[in-house]
């Protein structure tokens, strides 16, 4: 399988691009990486932001590193987006998401990946509603689509969650969207991440992760790695015990065909803690995996 590196578990600690480029090539072994919006705000102004983009892109390519891809972060999450009630926030959603585009294909990476949004409690429980925002969501997405490969985009992944107020919400549902946006224009897959998959108080009997990969695995287009215990969104390292063993990921990711994947380690801590603590767990865990899952 192919292991690579979300930059999350840089956020407010590693911010100097040349220090973070030594710290995924020599210090964790990585090659593959995936850039967090929450290091640069689609948002900035152009100019200023490209500036930002030129930096960590000079530095990631002096270190031999490939950004194969951008991700919204835990910014972008906390809004509604694409599944907003109002139609006006949606059609910011879809600017904004335009000027993610944007920084994704300045960076010279070939993918943005993202959730779409989440709905309100009401209109997550109003049958109707929910299938005027779901079209609505595709149509933005065709819209996205159209505008990346103007721009040179390669894909879009749109990451699962297990939640019933977010598209899409188990393996059924990610199935349908991917088939229901098969006429994008560039393709747009699918982004499992392995907490989400094995979240198992909404999920019940398919908080499955070979379920997830048997059934989804065509339209899988990345995925994200984490440490879990099943009972909540966790994002932990694997210094902490959990239900994700190597065994299972080996065997999982070649069940489904999946090796030439990659699977990028998304590590989510709290701001409060230690940063050389964050340093030390994220290095024991990078060395674990690498001895328990490299061919």
């Known amino acids: 399988m192919k292991l690579g590196l979300n930059l999350s578990f840089a956020v407010k600690r590693w911010l100097e691009p040349e220090k973070l480029a030594h710290i995924c090539k020599h210090e964790f072994g990585v090659t593959h990486t995936q850039f967090t919006w929450d290091l640069i705000d689609p948002w900035w102004p152009e100019l200023k932001r490209n500036q930002l983009i030129k930096e960590y892109r000079e530095a990631f390519e002096a270190e031999g590193l490939l950004i194969d891809a951008t991700f919204g972060g835990l910014a972008a999450y906390t809004y509604a987006q694409l599944l907003a009630p109002s139609e006006l926030q949606r059609e910011i959603s879809e600017e904004f998401f335009c000027r993610a585009i944007d920084l994704t294909v300045e960076m010279s990476a070939g993918v943005m ?20 925002l779901y079209r609505s969501m595709l149509n933005s997405v065709r819209k996205l689509a ?17 939640l019933i107020t977010e598209f899409p919400h188990s393996p059924k549902v ?18 499992v991440d392995w907490g989400h998959a094995l979240y198992s108080p909404l999920l019940g009997e398919e908080a499955d992760i070979e379920l997830w990969f048997r ?20 994002h932990w390292d694997f210094v902490q015990k959990g239900i994700v063993t190597p065994e299972l990921i080996l065997k999982a990711t070649k069940d489904a065909g999946l090796d030439d994947i990659v699977q990028y380690l998304e590590v989510v801590t709290i701001f409060e803690e230690d940063d050389d603590a964050v340093y030390d767990r994220m290095k024991r865990t990078m060395d674990y995996l690498h001895k328990t899952l490299d061919a």
């Open 113 to 132: 990946g993202t959730p779409v949004g989440g709905m309100s409690y009401d209109d997550a429980r109003n049958p109707e509603r929910r299938e005027i």
């Open 146 to 162: 159209s505008y990346g490969k103007s721009k040179g985009l390669k894909e879009i992944h749109i990451e699962a969650t297990p």
């Open 174 to 191: 990610s199935v349908q969207m991917m088939k229901d946006l098969s006429d994008a224009a560039i393709p747009v897959r699918l982004l």
């Open 215 to 234: 059934e989804c695995g065509p339209y899988i287009g990345s995925i994200h790695l984490q440490q879990t215990d099943g009972m909540f969104d966790r």
